[in-house]
Structures are given as structure tokens and as C-alpha cells.
């Protein structure tokens, strides 16, 4: 599934290289040793000069290198070049295993710096005794670098590898082994906790990998067999026993049980499921034993949906992670410019003592080096898009993400959004001496033969009332006005305003009673014996029906505000009093009926406009047109269609309002975490740059300072993982 949307007017993330569209191969690759930007920037200068190439991308958090061609290439032409740009290509499509080369170099290399730094301590003699540890330290730890940097140099690009790499040999050029050794350790133990936390995001993803069973148990030739997941085909009927997870996408035939749908919903409750209801893949089934008709294959089921998205999500980049990228090719030969300049310039010019100069130029290219920089976005993105994803919210890159956290206004579709969608009985009023069970059974008698949405809801009023009632005789439907028809040998009519005025049965009694119920939003129907014969017929009692709004709605649309939206308005295609009276009852800011779908583009585009954001929530079909006008569009209850993940930025698993307020807080904070992280790295980068030209710090400093804030900004980065459900 692509992360890109044509239907977008804003600026869609792009992934590492964009593939043609109408590439004609691909091919994907497990690859081990992708933890950064740098790795895939490799990857890309390795794969480009082929011949056929036509795209390349490279998905950091599933290991994943997908590779358009024009179909001249061989797979091992492809891997051969892969393994070049120093990442290793795992074979099958097992998940690419973790080396423990990298571990155990950086344990090398930090208990020899240990040593030697007790050795140079004890003052032990003769000198060289300390110096060969450190030297150690350098060679395993440089291990781990100076390949990198050769590729780097190899392919005319500087990198934070070459950075690292100058200023070790720096340091062991002017004696200053031990700092050489505490350069390289630190540098290679940063490297390997970045390649930990990006294993942390993996593991989260891999776990939504796991919630699908890969066994299903399949009624064939009328006995139960077990058989691998995927190889069960659309149509077959699935066995899920009390306790197991449900195999594939699905309509239950047979059993009724409550099913635990937070794995992919978010919904913490477990749903009661009967015969006719959708059951998704990873769901976990309770105390009842069902029988499934799939209606999906394995791969293409609502959860492999969501293990794609995060997957697309995490490789398309926020606009701050496109800033810190561009910044950073051009900071990084900008530093060693500077550095040289600082190491060559005042002794040449000033007769300055040169040891002292090259040692803050060292300095310098250590504190330089961009690693919390490059950092900081990626790994806050992806702890918040896989702590969103866990709570049933899909978005669908960075780029979403942070345009989420800096949501101003929101407008909102009202059927289906905020009302049920469905017409319900809210009241029976009575006009003669029948009783309002009376009049509720003369009219679902008629409305039983209709198929309108408002007959339907006298109907199930009836049912869910427990009134018995026959079907009219002699049903007549009128367009646009009602329906008549005879019961127990009288005639009878239920119908609209219109329908009783042309019958010549209203009065001033009942205009005044109408035009009540109509002030409040609410549809009337009239019921009544109709004029025949020497009967003048008669009004009996009056029905309004109303779309009631959703339990909830009014708290969620609360904690949209609190959440810090400054306006949230509701558009709708109904007419504009009803619109505007359910807004009332829901404390939405305004509303606007008779809305065309044009229309709503139009309001969209305004509140864009005058908020500089706007976010719309629709069910992503009807209002498709309106999402993609939008900042940002949120499609609601996504869990049960294609159509709504594939149109919205944001899908929202199951119909809960409540979801939206939560998103955006974490979007907030995901946005907020983003903001601090640049600006401590750049912070502390400055500080030192000053210190190191001042020839106030050391290279230990430097190195521990740039260590320290790339800890200090994963360790942030990562608390995002831990966001509890509020």
C-alpha cells in the first residue's frame, strides 16, 4: 500500500525514492545493519548506478529495501550491490536476525579503554603497555566506523563516520591516545543503543506481526483439519475455539461469543458477536465456540492492513526530519571546513602554538557530529506512530503525524459522526383518546410494508416496545407524502406535514403541536384515520423521529477543546435547523445544513484558511472530496472498510469520537517531543562549539556530550511507547 495519495493538495511524505509508478518488477529484501539515515543513504549510492533501477526504498523499522527495476535485473545483482553499501542481506523472509559482532566489538573496545585508563592511572611502566589498549580500543571500535567512512569518502559524501574517523586518527596523530579511545568507544556505543531503539520500534511492529495465528483450523470434506493460515481461501469456513485468535477476516455463520477486538480496535470492552457479524484476524476469541466464513486472504487482511501502513508510515519522513536531513549535508562539510580553518589558520597567521589548535579542531568535528540531530525525528515519529497504532489509530506517516500535533480547527460530518445514522422514535404524542401503544401499531402495521429509513424506525420502535401488530390490507404507498392502508376494516394513513394538510385533517391545534416538534430538529409523522366515505377522518397522534446523536459525542467533542482545538464545526447535507440543533445538544462551535459536497470543500477550504490547519472527520467515502481538502483526514470506524484506510491520513479503527482527542494529544506531544529534541541537540552542539574554539573543552567532553544527548534524545524519543491510555 503506498503512502502517497494523488487526491492531496498538501505536500504528501515521500518515501526514500520514489518508485515509478508503472515499474514493471520489484523486489524486496530482509536486509540486517539498517539502523539510520546514513545506512540508507548507502544503500541508495550503492543501488542507483545499476542499469534499470527505476526506484528504491528503504523501510529502517521492518528492515525492508524494496527495489523497482525495469525487469533487466537479476535478484543476486541486487544483493550484491545491497551488501556493498555495508548492510547484509538476510535470506527468506524470516525477520532479519540482530548480529552480535557490534555488541561485542563495543565491549572490546570499552574494556580496553577501561584498562588502559587504570594502566595510565597506576602509572604503570612502561608506557606502552597503556597505549596498546587504547590501541585495541581504536581497532574494535573502528571496526564498527572506518568501513563506513571509507564508503562515505568512497562515494563523495561526508558523513558523521568520516567525522568520527578524522578526529580519532587526529587525536593518535598528537599522542592523545587515550582520547582517541574514548572517541571511538563512545561513538560506536551511541551507535549501537540508536540501532536498540530502532530494534525497540521493530519489536513493537513484530508484535502486531505475531497477534494473527499461523494455523487455522478448516472445515474441508466435512471433517476439521488444521492447516497454515495462508493457505486458506476466501469462502472456506474457519473452526475458532473458545480462548484462540480469530485466523482471518471474517463474517461469523454459526455460535455467539464476546470477542476482545483491542488489538486492532483499541476498544478495551470485548464485543458481543452473533451470527452475520465481521470478525477481524488477531482478534481473541471468548467463552463461545464460532464458525467463520473468511471473506479475506491471509495477506490482505484488516491487520496485515495495519502492519503495512505502520510499516509505509515509518519510511515516509516529517517535514522536521526533511529539515534535520538537508540541514545536516550541509552542516557536516561545512564543520570540517571550519575545523581545518581553526586547526591551520591562527598558527599560520597568529604563530599560535599548532598542537593546541589541531587538538580544538578534534574537538570541534567530535561535538559536530550531527547524531542526536539526525536522531531526534525518527525515532520520536515512530514511537508515536506504533503508540497510536497500538490504540487503534492508523496514521499514515510523519508527515501526519506532526500536522495532527498542530491541529487548530476540525470540522466534522454529522450522520454517522456525531448521530447514530439511524432514525429513531424519541416520542409519541397523543391527539384523541387512543393510547400511544395504539397509535405506534396502527402506524407499524402500515410502515411494515415500506422500506423508508423513517418507516423502518416506527417499525423496530414496535418491535423493541413489544407490540404485536399484522400487516395493513389493501397498502397503498404515496410518494413523497406517506403511506394508507386498511386495518381491522378501517382506513388509515401515516404521513408528513404536507400529507395530513392535503387530507384536510390538521387544525390550528396541530400546526402549532408540528411546528414544535420541527423547531427542535425532529421529523414528523402524522397518524390518523383517513377521510372516506361519510368519515371526515381524524389525526390520532403524532410521531417524532430524530437521528439521535451519539452517547459520548458531547464528552468527546469536549475533550477535542481541552485537547486544544480552538473551533470544531459540524457539516452536513441536512437541512440547517436540524443541523444546527444537534450541534446545540453536542456543544459544537457551528454548524452549517444543506451542504453539497462541493459545499463542504468550500467551508473546508475557509477554516484551512483562517486556521492555517484543518483537520476533517468523515467516514471516507461519502467525503472523500472534503478529507482530501483537509490537513489532515480522519476516516472513522475504518476497522470494516477498505475504502475509509485508503482515502484518510488517519484511520480511526472503531466509531469512538473519543479517539480523536486522544490522537491529537499525542500528536501534540509527539510534535512537542520533536520541537525539544532539535533544539537540545542544536543547544548543546552550539555550547560546545563555542567551548571548543575558546579551547575550553576536551575531546572526552565532546564525545561524552554528543553521546550523552543522543542517549538523552532516544531515551525521550522512547517514552512515547510507554503514552498510557487516558
Known amino acids: 500500500m503506498s503512502t502517497d495519495h494523488d487526491h492531496h493538495h498538501h505536500d504528501d511524505p515521500e518515501p526514500a525514492a520514489a518508485p515509478a509508478p508503472d515499474a514493471p518488477a520489484n523486489e524486496i529484501f530482509r536486509v540486517t545493519g539498517m539502523d539510520c539515515s546514513e545506512e540508507v543513504a548507502a544503500i541508495e549510492r550503492a543501488l542507483e548506478p545499476l542499469d534499470g533501477v527505476l526506484g528504491i526504498r528503504a523501510e529502517i523499522v521492518s528492515s525492508k529495501v524494496t527495489v523497482y527495476h525495469d525487469g533487466s535485473l537479476q535478484r543476486a545483482e541486487i544483493t550484491t550491490a545491497i551488501n556493498r553499501s555495508g548492510v547484509t542481506v538476510s535470506e527468506g523472509d524470516g525477520e532479519a536476525g540482530r548480529p552480535m559482532l557490534p555488541t561485542i566489538l563495543v565491549g572490546v573496545s570499552g574494556t580496553a579503554t577501561g584498562l588502559g585508563l587504570l594502566l595510565q592511572w597506576l602509572d604503570v611502566e612502561p608506557g606502552w603497555i597503556s597505549d596498546a589498549a587504547f590501541f585495541v580500543a581504536i581497532v574494535a571500535g573502528g571496526w564498527l566506523i572506518l568501513p563506513k567512512a571509507v564508503r562515505s569518502l568512497r562515494s563523495l559524501s561526508l558523513d558523521m563516520n568520516v567525522l568520527m574517523t578524522v578526529a580519532v586518527v587526529g587525536a593518535v596523530a598528537i599522542g592523545e591516545h587515550a582520547e582517541g579511545a574514548a572517541v571511538v568507544f563512545l561513538f560506536a556505543l551511541s551507535e549501537l543503543l540508536e540501532s536498540w531503539s530502532v530494534g525497540r520500534a521493530r519489536q513493537a511492529i513484530r508484535a502486531l506481526m505475531k497477534l494473527a495465528p499461523e494455523t487455522a483450523l478448516v472445515k474441508r470434506d466435512g471433517a476439521v483439519t488444521e492447516v497454515e493460515a495462508a493457505t486458506v481461501e476466501v469462502g472456506e469456513t474457519v473452526l475458532v475455539k473458545s480462548g484462540q485468535r480469530v485466523p482471518l477476516d471474517g463474517k461469523v455463520t454459526s455460535g455467539d461469543s464476546a470477542i476482545d477486538q483491542s488489538p486492532i480496535t483499541g476498544e478495551s470492552m470485548p464485543v458481543e458477536k452473533s451470527v452475520g457479524d465481521t470478525v477481524f484476524a488477531g482478534t481473541i476469541n471468548g467463552d463461545g465456540s464460532l464458525e467463520i466464513e473468511t471473506t479475506k486472504a491471509a495477506n490482505d487482511t484488516t491487520l496485515s492492513?495495519?502492519?503495512?501502513?505502520?510499516?509505509?508510515?515509518?519510511?515516509?519522513?516529517?517535514?522536521?526530519?526533511?529539515?534535520?536531513?538537508a540541514f545536516a549535508k550541509i552542516y557536516t562539510p561545512a564543520v570540517m571546513v571550519l575545523a581545518l580553518v581553526l586547526a591551520v589558520a591562527p598558527p599560520l597567521l597568529f604563530g599560535q602554538p599548532w598542537m593546541d589548535w589541531i587538538y580544538r579542531a578534534l574537538v570541534l568535528l567530535v561535538i559536530a557530529c550531527p547524531c542526536a540531530l539526525v536522531i531526534a525525528t525518527p525515532v520520536s515519529v515512530v514511537s508515536g506512530l506504533t503508540a497510536l497504532a497500538r490504540r487503534g489509530v492508523l496514521v499514515k506517516g510523519g508527515a501526519y503525524l506532526e500536522a495532527l500535533g498542530s491541529l487548530k480547527s476540525l470540522a466534522l460530518d454529522k450522520t454517522g459522526t456525531i448521530t447514530e445514522g439511524k432514525p429513531k422514535v424519541v416520542e409519541i404524542q397523543r391527539v384523541t383518546d387512543a393510547s400511544a401503544k395504539e397509535v405506534l401499531r396502527i402506524a407499524a402495521a402500515i410502515d411494515t410494508h415500506s422500506t423508508h429509513p423513517l418507516a423502518q424506525a416506527i417499525v423496530r420502535h414496535a418491535e423493541k416496545k413489544g407490540i404485536?401488530?399484522?400487516?395493513?390490507?389493501?397498502?397503498?404507498?404515496?410518494?413523497?407524502?406517506?403511506?394508507?392502508?386498511?386495518?381491522?376494516?378501517?382506513?388509515?394513513?401515516?404521513?408528513?406535514?404536507?400529507?395530513?394538510?392535503?387530507?384536510?385533517?390538521?387544525?390550528?391545534?396541530?400546526?402549532?403541536?408540528?411546528?414544535?416538534?420541527?423547531?427542535?430538529?425532529?421529523?414528523?409523522?402524522?397518524?390518523?384515520?383517513?377521510?372516506?366515505?361519510?368519515?371526515?377522518?381524524?389525526?390520532?397522534?403524532?410521531?417524532?423521529?430524530?437521528?439521535?446523536?451519539?452517547?459520548?459525542?458531547?464528552?468527546?467533542?469536549?475533550?477535542?477543546?481541552?485537547?486544544?482545538?480552538?473551533?470544531?464545526?459540524?457539516?452536513?447535507?441536512?437541512?440547517?435547523?436540524?443541523?444546527?440543533?444537534?450541534?446545540?445538544?453536542?456543544?459544537?462551535?457551528?454548524?452549517?445544513?444543506?451542504?453539497?459536497?462541493?459545499?463542504k470543500i468550500e467551508r473546508v477550504k475557509a477554516m484551512a484558511k483562517e486556521f492555517g490547519s484543518v483537520g476533517m472527520i468523515g467516514d471516507g467515502v461519502n467525503d472523500a472530496p472534503a478529507l482530501a481538502a483537509a490537513t489532515v483526514g480522519i476516516a472513522m470506524g475504518a476497522a470494516g472498510t477498505d475504502t475509509a484506510i485508503e482515502t484518510a491520513d488517519i484511520a480511526l479503527m472503531r466509531d469512538d469520537l473519543s479517539m480523536v482527542a486522544e490522537a491529537i494529544r499525542l500528536g501534540r506531544r509527539t510534535l512537542n517531543m520533536i520541537r525539544f529534541n532539535i533544539a537540545f541537540a542544536l543547544g548543546i552542539k552550539a555550547i560546545f562549539l563555542v567551548l571548543a574554539v575558546l579551547g575550553m573543552t576536551s575531546l572526552w567532553l565532546a564525545i561524552l556530550a554528543d553521546t550523552g544527548a543522543t542517549l538523552l534524545v532516544i531515551a525521550n524519543s522512547l517514552r512515547l511507547l510507554r503514552t498510557t491510555r487516558k
Open 305 to 325: 492492513r495495519i502492519i503495512q501502513m505502520v510499516e509505509d508510515a515509518q519510511s515516509s519522513k516529517a517535514p522536521a526530519q526533511r529539515f534535520v536531513d
Open 468 to 599: 404485536s401488530f399484522s400487516p395493513c390490507d389493501d397498502y397503498q404507498g404515496v410518494k413523497g407524502r406517506g403511506a394508507e392502508g386498511r386495518i381491522d376494516g378501517h382506513a388509515y394513513f401515516v404521513g408528513n406535514h404536507r400529507f395530513a394538510h392535503e387530507l384536510a385533517v390538521c387544525s390550528e391545534e396541530l400546526e402549532a403541536r408540528l411546528a414544535k416538534i420541527e423547531e427542535a430538529a425532529r421529523s414528523v409523522v402524522v397518524v390518523g384515520h383517513k377521510p372516506h366515505d361519510d368519515c371526515k377522518g381524524e389525526v390520532i397522534g403524532v410521531l417524532a423521529i430524530a437521528d439521535t446523536i451519539r452517547p459520548g459525542a458531547k464528552a468527546a467533542i469536549q475533550q477535542m477543546h481541552e485537547a486544544g482545538l480552538q473551533k470544531v464545526v459540524m457539516l452536513s447535507g441536512d437541512n440547517t435547523k436540524t443541523a444546527q440543533a444537534i450541534a446545540r445538544e453536542a456543544g459544537i462551535d457551528e454548524a452549517y445544513g444543506d451542504l453539497l459536497p462541493e459545499d
